[in-house]
């Protein structure tokens, strides 16, 4: 079977531990032939960033705080150094404070919701301007151009109990989804979302009562099941390789088919 990323190159932001979507992510990217760059936030995820590249063939790890312009700047200007030309950005990077999560939205504090929305949502944006210059031009070469993706949740549509502020975010991150895309298009930028079921991730136990959320789920999915982060990386290789190359301004929703879900008659 052909490798579907044989010679694309792809930056990975949020591999934090085994555990995350992106970790499962950049282990298919590299099954299906990609050279897979991974980032780390601050000098204390170094070093276990490191070790996961090394697990993972990844070709090389970089310090990116993506609160930080000039971090995002020298990010750019170091693979540009290198010749870097980027087929695919994965951006798998959200954070709320746990005390937003755990009370309700109404009391989410002004601080805690400009973060929110910074971490989680305006960092695409700011990732996406500063690697989409590092994307192949369109030309007689070739049309150029790549693909940028994100991950979301159900909470951007939907009242998810405990999800709190960081449903509004996702909202956010969406949305700017589809600006992007529409910005980006002409370079023959992809831009799209994936909104994975709920995964056990390291995050994901700041939710309060995650472990119901994830009972209630498998009962509740047409599939009866719970998300597999491999799924998701599928998903993941299917918009960066040449078979996604018509999808843009997308949710591709990877739930186990939660989504259609309205509510379930109990006994």
Same mark, same amino acid.
């Not at 949020?14 to 950049?26: L, T």
């Not at 090394?54 to 150094?81: F, G, I």
């Not at 590092?134 to 993706?149: D, E, V």
């Given at each position: *079977? !052909? ?20 970790? @499962? ?17 601050? /000098?204390?995820?170094?070093?276990? +960033? $490191? $070790? ?20 995002? /700047? ?25 005390? /937003?999560?755990?009370? !309700?939205?109404? $009391? ?21 301007? @500063? %690697?989409?210059?590092? *994307? ?6 070739? !049309? ?20 709190? +502020? *960081? ?23 992809? +831009? ?8 056990? %991730? ?17 009962? +509740?999915? !047409? ?18 390789? /040449? ?25």
């Amino acid at each position: *079977m !052909p490798q579907l990323m044989e010679g694309k190159v792809a930056l990975i932001l949020g591999v934090a531990n085994k555990w995350s979507i992106a970790y @499962a992510i950049a282990k298919a990217f590299i099954r299906e032939g990609a050279q897979v760059i991974l980032t780390y936030q601050a /000098d204390r995820q170094k070093q276990t +960033v $490191e $070790e996961l590249a090394q697990e993972l063939k990844a070709h090389r790890v970089l310090p990116c705080d993506v609160t930080q312009d000039a971090q995002l /700047d020298a990010l750019a200007n170091e693979l540009k150094a290198q010749g870097a030309v980027l087929n695919a950005v994965v951006h798998s990077i959200a954070f709320a404070n746990r005390e /937003d999560l755990s009370r !309700p939205f109404v $009391e989410t504090s002004r601080a805690g919701f400009a973060l929110a929305l910074d971490v989680s949502a305006y960092s695409l944006v700011a990732v996406a301007r @500063a %690697t989409a210059p590092l *994307m192949a031009q369109p030309g007689h070469n070739g !049309p150029g151009g790549g693909s940028i993706m994100t991950l979301t949740y159900l909470g951007s549509t939907r009242v998810v109990e405990n999800y709190n +502020v *960081m449903g509004v975010a996702k909202a956010s991150l969406e949305a700017s989804v589809r600006y992007l895309a529409a910005d980006l298009g002409a370079s023959n930028i992809r +831009v799209n979302a994936i909104s994975a079921g709920a995964v056990k %991730t390291t995050s994901a136990r700041g939710i309060r009562d995650f472990s119901k959320m994830l009972e209630g789920g498998a009962k +509740v999915a !047409p599939l009866r099941r719970n998300t597999d982060p491999a799924e998701v990386a599928d998903t993941a290789v299917f918009l960066a390789s /040449d078979l996604g190359r018509g999808v843009t301004g997308n949710i591709i929703y990877v739930d186990a088919g939660m989504q259609i879900m309205g509510f379930a008659l109990t006994e």
